[in-house]
């Protein structure tokens, strides 16, 4: 008998696989980095093709086959950008491939998608230094920051998850030095 995961879940990316299938990447509460296969998303009898939309925070449910995990089930909670108007989709984006290239394997980290959770909501999607400010998060959460640099920070900018105005007024006034030194840790972890 095969034991189904029920988990939080950001849908990370959907690609097609075959005639009728999508093989979904998600980051997941319980499981962490996980990719499944969704049998028959691309009917449009199915009821799983809206909710596997990149971008969208779920509750899936996946099931652990001989080849990989499968999607037995879904719920959508909410889309980060389908229906709002001020919401800057670069950043988005941006932040999504940043995610998916620093993250590897099935490691779970319930810290790093209660940040996520937190931070990508539409009030911290408006601008870039809103993606400064994640991805600076995203970077010192998964260990990519030297000391030196932190040294430069304002040390409330990890007190809370979301930032006040002295953390992004930094950030405003540093603008290039954290495009530089966010360029360099991406440069630096080789991938």
Known sequence: MYEIYTTQAL???ARTQGESDHYVRFYTKEL????????????EISKHRFSIQPYSFVSVSLVKGKQGFRMTGIEHERHLVLGKQNISKKSVSS????????????EKDENLFHLLSQLLVPEMLTDELDEIYIVVRLLKHLGYFDEQFLETIPETMFDQIMPDERDLSHIKENKHTYIQYINECIHNSQL
Not at 32 to 43: E, H, I, P, Q, W
């Open 95 to 106: 932040v999504i491939s940043l995610i998916e290239l620093l993250v590897h394997g099935q």
């Open 11 to 13: 849908v990370l990316s």
């Open 32 to 43: 962490g980095l996980v990719g499944a296969r969704v049998s028959g998303s691309r009917k």
